[in-house]
């Protein structure tokens, strides 16, 4: 089973920024090869996609994520961040990391991040 735990959520203020992370563990041993994403939901809304680092490590984002996030991924720690800037109350969402490989998805909790106006 992968786990994977989000970090670095809380509040902001339009304009500010915040870096969230996440870290896989337990029958991963690398996340090499997995395409790994930020996922986040709003309340009352579905659950959409934010940006991606596919396994062979091309990205790509979500149209409102252009210019403002940025995903990184660290395969030495198993680890994936997203770079929030120029935050606004439209991001106000739960946040969840996503890793894929072929057969198998996995999540994490997710974490909220609240943008105050």
């Known amino acids: 089973q992968v786990h994977l735990v989000e970090s670095g959520g809380g509040l902001a203020q339009t304009g500010g920024s915040l870096t969230l992370s996440c870290t896989a563990s337990g029958s991963i041993s690398s996340i090499v090869g997995y395409a790994m994403a930020w996922y986040r939901q709003a309340p009352g809304k579905y659950r959409e996609l934010v940006a991606a680092?596919?396994?062979?490590?091309?990205?790509n984002y979500a149209d409102f994520a252009k210019e403002r996030f940025t995903i990184i991924r660290d395969n030495a720690e198993n680890k994936i961040f997203l770079q929030m800037n120029k935050l606004n109350p439209d991001d106000t969402a739960v946040y969840y990391c996503n890793a894929g490989v072929v057969r198998s998805n996995y999540w994490g909790q997710g974490i909220q991040v609240t943008v105050s106006s």
């Open positions: 680092s596919g396994a062979a490590e091309n990205t």
